[in-house]
């Protein structure tokens, strides 16, 4: 069974630094694209980068600067680097990828569970 999970939320200080992991388990054949949304208490679940299977990334306007998405595919992670976080960062990060899980290599989305972070002082 196909498995992703997110770690390295927390709580962390306006200004400060956290890492998220996204770890998938599992037969995998080929991961496609990787993104990390988040969503905050009341609000829409947002996209906030995305990697490409040819390791090309995107971010949306309001964390671009501030947030870097890498993957390392021999170790099936993909990482969300945030720095100089603010409060209004705070939310649950989600990842979400697109895997090929069997021998048809049909493309399937993924998501983990979520893990939360909160910025505050």
Known sequence: QVQ?????????QPGGSLRLSCVASGTIFSIDTVNWYRQAPGKQRELVAVVDSAGGTDYAAFVKGRFAISRDDAKKTVYLQMNSLKPEDTAVYYCNAFLATDHTLRIRDYWGQGTQVTVSS
Do not use: A, I, N, T
């Not at 992703?4 to 962390?12: A, H, I, K, Y």
């Open 4 to 12: 992703l999970v997110e770690s390295g939320g927390g709580l962390v």
